[in-house]
């Protein structure tokens, strides 16, 4: 397996990044179709061939992705950086989706619980969210990391404007960065 720095960050990964998203059962049966022993087969041979990068998303098959994927970990947790995804509907509520403090929070305790872990190692903002000023969700981010619930920052899905807008504003506050670079996750 090739390694890889995570964006600008000291943070090594392998170059392939394990993706989740089909782990568990529900609305989209098409998408979410692996049960947990075939999970635990695909994760084992990830490990086995040297990925240590792990993604998936608070969104995916109603949580279920994550928490397959934490017990799946298990002890091997500290050998592992898992990358997972805020900001999509994830109820009914109004306030279960977006990007504002009160769902950050909200979202990353749940995230927290599902994988079985005191920290996420990349929390991605997975879209944008046109209701919420981006310096609430900047602040909520650095927030996180300060907490020591979240180590690294990134995002999906934003206009090239809008991350540029993020990294000046993070910058001039002393803020964590989102991570940039030649790291995407799919």
């Known amino acids: 397996m090739k390694y890889v720095r995570l964006g600008k960050s000291g943070l090594i990964v392998s170059k392939l ?3 989740a998203m089909t782990f568990g059962s529900g609305n989209i049966p098409s998408v979410y179709k692996v049960g947990e022993g075939q999970a635990k087969e695909l994760v084992d041979k990830a490990l086995d061939a040297g990925i240590n990068f792990f993604d998936t ?9 994550e928490e397959i994927l934490g017990r799946l970990l298990g002890t091997r947790r500290k050998e592992i950086i898992i990358a997972t995804k805020v900001g999509n509907r994830v109820g009914s509520s109004l306030v279960q989706t977006g990007l504002s403090r009160k769902h950050l929070f909200t979202a990353c305790e749940a ?3 599902r994988l079985n872990t005191d920290y996420i190692d990349l929390y991605i903002v997975h879209k944008t969210d046109p209701f919420t000023p981006l310096e609430e969700t900047l602040e909520a981010l650095k927030d996180l990391v300060r907490q020591g619930k979240v180590r690294y920052l990134g995002y999906s899905n934003w206009p090239a404007w809008m991350a540029a807008q993020a990294l ?3 910058r001039e506050r002393g803020w964590p960065p989102l991570l940039m670079g030649k790291c995407t996750i799919h």
């Open 17 to 19: 990044a394990f993706g």
């Open 57 to 65: 998303a608070d969104a995916y098959a109603d949580g279920q992705s």
């Open 111 to 113: 995230s927290l619980a």
């Open 168 to 170: 000046q504003m993070q």
